[in-house]
């Protein structure tokens, strides 16, 4: 069992409830039912929503994720969950239906971070993770360069985003041009159509004396705003698509040339990328040309892993079963602000068995 | 018969083993807080205390609120996984009714548990195990005439003395409660809140609040 353990993952830090199943590093199942179009008209993601969401699709997501994998809930050898970071009542419901079906069903259970299983979900599409591992990881709610010499136990900051991160840049560009949420895909879709070079937009802490690691998004978010309301000012029509284009080559250009200076300072081969706005197609591109350049090893998950779901946390899961992982408590909290330093929640103590 | 109960729906967490004649075991602490923190551990002590095996459990028995949200599905979601995991049946009861049984009032009363933003939850009772009002949600002060001079029960009515004069015990709910409650319900053939297999499913009362994003707001000066 050890080597190739059977877990089930649940993830519902914010508008997908996502139910996955690993053997070791083999994906079984990757179920998620998402609340996405009953946020969209809001413009973002109400929490209070997504707990109701969460609620009614928590045990079908289960069975669901069980009946694609072939497997009986007997089988299994642990249950993960992601404890954190994420919203705190949406993450509370996944917790808890956690708690319960580790404990009817006698498995250990495994509060993980939403964070590093972003990262460790490319097991399942790369095999084992490189130790150290440089990682890039990218959502609407972080963006952070992170060196992890174990995934389990050891994730270290090397920089992260002083203001927004590039999934909020994202959403709020989309905003201004008025195309929706949530605007990552949709800006990729346009961006498919423009001239990336039409605007020369920003790119943040990139002087020879800022911060090597860190991000900035805000600078090039008020530059689109400025250009596109002057456009419209002066009742001249938006272009559209370049300017989708042109932001969208600003910021992989920023994300894509400070994860490489940080393998190149760390001696390291390799470059992960993980988290949602790892599935847009131009950071893929770009990260793929500047990698090949490098001499590096790129190691991206197709897209579908990439956005929050189930499967990665169950990997984080079994890369803990693995190892001997303490399981967590019986009293293991949700924890909206669990620091990406923490990759194993273990609870207060309270345990059980 | 051996079910297990439990509530989050208020600020106790609450849990109790019962085999259909008695309460076996009981735990409830008071902790608004932690709900998601609490209930395992204490469905864990009352299932030992109580010595009961979880495969010789026949029923989950859980309060489906009204109760603010957040702890409410802490209770409802920690069922149905226990209903799913274990193949048996879980019988949602409004948390209003548990408190209404516990207290055993013989005639007209009223319970009331606190919905927070200066609110309650509450329904009128015409005895023990009979509401004869739905559960609602309201401003102590708007519905002073409708509960005027009756007995009230529950946490909710004990914080607007000036408008529930006649206080009465239990304050809090007890899982225990709950489960004799749908024990008898279970001898009697009565229904529960989820008829026909459907899930528990939560009296929320209240819409999601859904902040609508402010107006994109320029950054050019006007
Ligand atoms: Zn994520």
């Not at chain 1, 707990?51 to 009614?56: K, M, T």
């Not at chain 1, 911060?211 to 998004?217: G, L, Q, R």
């Not at chain 1, 920023?254 to 393998?263: D, E, M, P, Q, S």
Request: charge should be negative; include cysteine; glycine fraction near 12%.
């Amino acid at each position: 069992m050890a080597d190739e353990p059977l877990v089930l993952g649940i993830e519902t830090s914010c508008d997908e409830t996502g139910v996955g199943i690993v053997r070791g590093h083999t994906l079984l199942a990757d179920a998620v039912a998402s609340s996405v179009d009953e946020h969209a008209r809001f413009g973002g993601v109400v929490p209070e929503v997504a707990s109701r969401a969460h609620l009614e699709a928590m045990v079908p997501t289960i069975q669901r994720a069980l009946k694609e994998a072939g497997v009986a809930a007997g089988d299994l050898d642990g249950i993960a969950v992601t404890a954190g970071p994420g919203l705190a009542g949406a993450l509370l419901v996944g917790v808890s239906a956690a708690k319960a079906y580790a404990y009817a069903l006698g498995k250990p259970l495994y509060g993980v971070n939403h964070l590093a299983s972003h990262i460790c979900v490319d097991q399942l599409e790369h095999g084992a993770l490189p130790e150290p591992t440089m990682a890039l990881l990218v959502s609407g709610g972080h963006s952070s360069l992170l060196l992890a010499p174990d995934i389990t136990s050891d994730v270290r900051t090397l920089g992260s985003t002083i203001d927004d991160a590039a999934g909020e840049a994202f959403d709020k560009v989309a905003r201004v041009l008025g195309l929706g949420f949530p605007g990552g895909p949709v800006i990729d879709r346009w961006a498919k159509e423009g001239d990336p070079d039409a605007i020369r937009f920003p790119r943040g802490l990139t002087g020879s004396r800022d911060p090597h690691y860190d991000f900035s998004f805000s600078g090039v978010n008020t530059a689109v705003a400025r250009r596109v309301e002057e456009r419209r000012r002066e009742g001249v029509e938006v272009p559209i698509a370049d300017v989708a284009a042109s932001f969208q080559e600003a910021v992989t250009d920023v994300l894509t040339r400070k994860a490489i200076r940080a393998c190149r300072d760390n001696g390291v081969d390799h470059l992960m990328i993980g988290g949602g706005v790892a599935a847009n197609s131009r950071l893929r591109s770009m990260a793929e040309e500047r990698c090949a350049d490098a001499g590096l090893k790129l190691r991206v998950p197709r897209p579908k892993l990439c956005t929050d779901n189930g499967a990665m946390v169950a990997a984080l899961g079994a890369e803990m079963v693995a190892r001997n992982v303490t399981p967590s408590s019986l009293d293991l909290p949700a924890d909206a602000s669990l620091p990406v330093t923490e990759p194993h929640v273990p609870g207060h103590g309270h345990g059980h068995g | 018969m051996l079910l297990l109960a439990f509530d989050t729906a208020t600020p106790a967490v609450t849990a109790a083993v019962h085999d259909g004649t008695t309460v076996l075991a009981e735990s409830t602490s008071i902790d608004a807080r932690r709900h998601g923190e609490l209930l395992m551990p204490a469905v864990d002590c009352v299932l030992r205390e109580a010595g009961a095996e979880l495969d010789a459990v026949t029923g989950i028995v859980v309060g489906v609120g009204p109760g603010p949200y957040t702890g409410l599905r802490v209770g409802l979601v920690t069922a149905a996984a226990f209903g799913d995991a274990l193949g048996i049946p879980v019988h949602g009861i409004c948390t209003l009714d548990g408190l209404a049984y516990a207290s055993g009032i013989d005639g007209p009363f009223v319970v009331a548990t606190d919905a927070r933003r200066k609110e309650v939850y509450w329904a009128h009772y015409a005895g023990p195990r009979t509401r004869s009002s739905d559960p609602a949600v309201d401003r102590p002060g708007d519905i002073a005439t409708q509960v005027a001079g009756l007995p009230a029960v529950g946490a909710g009515a004990a914080l607007y003395p000036e408008v529930f004069t006649d206080i009465r015990a239990p304050a809090d709910q007890s899982a225990g409660a709950l489960a004799a409650l749908a024990a008898a319900k279970l001898a009697e053939g009565e229904p529960f809140e989820n008829e026909g297999g459907l899930p528990a499913l939560p009296l929320y009362l209240r819409r999601p609040d859904a902040q609508v994003p402010a107006a994109y707001k320029a950054v050019l000066p006007k």
